[in-house]
């Protein structure tokens, strides 16, 4: 099995996540098993990753774990094999590849290279670390899950509505997954309005996963290109899962432009799932939540208002219960809520991440505000409920990942060799670069010196 050791999310615009996997060495044998990983989540997907022994080389491949019926999930993504003594091995025995906008579909759930890498060049170029395993990298980047469907357009009007002035006969898309939940998308018709000045109201609804509030952001575009788009928009969805309906100024026949069927695309950006804790602001026994992320796992959220400014505290209460010889990377976003507004949200600094192994208790993640406690604590702030002087919390839960060899290991020497590599690449190549300007603007001075002489000659008068 290739197993999941280290996690790195860049932070850049394309959101590209680094998955490494420790490979057993045996995948280079003849007649070896194919080498398959265990489920991780990217982009809202599960995936999976195997490796494939065929005569002469070994096959990479990314399969979607999730696919669903009119979902297409685009991505790029790229395969290398770690070096243990140069990162330049990595070109020159060309045993890295870049696949650019792939598109899975339950059609197409499998992107690779069957002949990724030679076996004898692996063992020739010393790609065998320490332990006998090959490391390997997985990038993956710029992901787009786009569902796409035709709803037919009813040829009656429609006669019931509900308490909203619209149409009880919606129409409504299959399911679809995403965020490892299911989602539809329906469409409510104005009935109360004529041809010309109806309208349609889209609601998106969460069919799954109801032990959690969740914050969604998505796009929908009604019609061919053009006809409507409604930019990306965020929604938190509660426990019911109904999302809260958008109005469209144009009726179904107009969006279809007359069709049959209207053409319905939803652009899924992102969805988060939310824990609500509630925890007061001046008594001390009463300044702690206990709250569940969605694997299910314990965690307690403390309010400290000793200090000048407001602190909270966050405890993994089932950190006894992360399997030996692990660790679990959790990574979460903090937001206080404001009064009057439950949408309204002030987002602390973060997000905020830790690594996790197995022990007895937590110590604790601080996390520090810039509100000071005398505006917690006024009787008009507000951040405190007037009833009973609570202040309401969104834990946001980002990512969570179990990598195998919690305690640094050799595979990690590997990683900072190539980083001190790299500098002395750099650093050499700034040098060089120094001295070429040097010579550059030694030659300007030069040409210009000759170029002042040659003008003062020229303009010399001959003496009589």
Not at 205 to 223: A, E, K, N, P, T
Not at 255 to 262: A, D, E, F, Q, V
Not at 419 to 439: D, F, P, S, V
């Amino acid at each position: 099995m290739a197993k999941l050791c280290r996690f790195v999310k860049l932070h850049d615009r394309f959101n590209a996540q680094v998955y490494s996997f420790m490979v057993p060495g045996k995948v280079l044998r003849e007649f070896s098993p194919d080498v398959i990983s265990k489920d991780f989540v990217y982009g809202y997907q599960r995936w999976n990753v195997s490796f494939v022994r065929s005569e002469r080389h070994i096959g990479a491949f990314l399969k979607l774990q999730t696919p669903s019926q009119g979902l297409r999930c685009r991505l790029d993504f790229s395969f290398t094999i770690i070096n243990k003594e140069h990162f330049t091995k990595v070109r020159v025995t060309n045993v890295t590849f870049i696949e650019k906008s792939c598109e899975f579909t339950p059609e197409t759930t499998v992107f690779g290279r069957k002949t990724f890498a030679e076996t004898e060049d692996l063992l020739a170029r010393n790609f065998l670390q320490d332990s006998g395993d090959l490391l390997l990298e997985l990038e993956m980047r710029n992901i787009h899950n786009i569902y796409e469907c035709f709803m037919r357009v009813p040829k009656e009007p429609h006669t019931g509505n509900n308490r909203h002035g619209y149409s009880t006969d919606r129409l409504e898309s299959t399911y679809f997954l995403f965020g490892l939940s299911d989602w539809s998308v329906s469409l409510f018709p104005d009935s109360s309005s004529t041809e010309a000045d109806g309208s349609v109201a889209v609601q998106l609804q969460r069919h799954s996963s109801f032990d959690h509030l969740c914050c969604v952001r998505y796009r929908v575009i009604l019609g061919d290109e053009g006809t409507f788009d409604s930019g990306d928009l965020e929604q938190i969805l509660d426990t019911s899962g109904i999302g809260e309906p958008f109005t469209v100024g144009a009726s179904v026949s107009r969006l279809s432009r007359g069709r049959s069927t209207l053409r319905v695309k939803v652009e899924m950006i992102s969805v988060v799932y939310v824990s609500e804790a509630s925890v007061s602001a001046l008594s001390r026994s009463k300044n702690r939540a206990h709250l569940y992320d969605r694997d299910k796992q314990a965690w307690m959220l403390e309010a400290d208002t000793s200090g000048k400014n407001l602190c909270f505290k966050l405890y993994y209460t089932d950190i006894s219960h992360v399997p030996r010889k692990f660790s679990r990377y959790v990574s979460w976003h903090l937001r206080l809520l404001t009064r009057g507004n439950s949408r309204a949200a002030r987002p602390l600094n973060g997000p905020f991440n830790k690594y996790y192994v197995q022990q007895e208790l937590d110590e604790g993640f601080t996390m520090k505000t810039d509100i000071p406690v005398e505006e917690v604590t006024d009787p008009d702030s507000v951040y405190v409920d007037p009833e009973d002087r609570r202040l309401a919390v969104y834990v946001e839960w980002l990512e969570s990942h179990l990598l195998i060899t919690p305690n640094y290991h050799s595979h990690d020497d590997v990683i900072r060799l190539h980083k001190h590599q790299m500098t002395r690449e750099i650093m050499a190549l700034q040098a060089e670069n120094y001295a070429l300007e040097r010579q550059l603007y030694s030659y300007q001075q030069s040409i210009a010196k000759k170029d002042s002489r040659g003008r003062g000659d020229s303009f010399d008068l001959p003496q009589k």
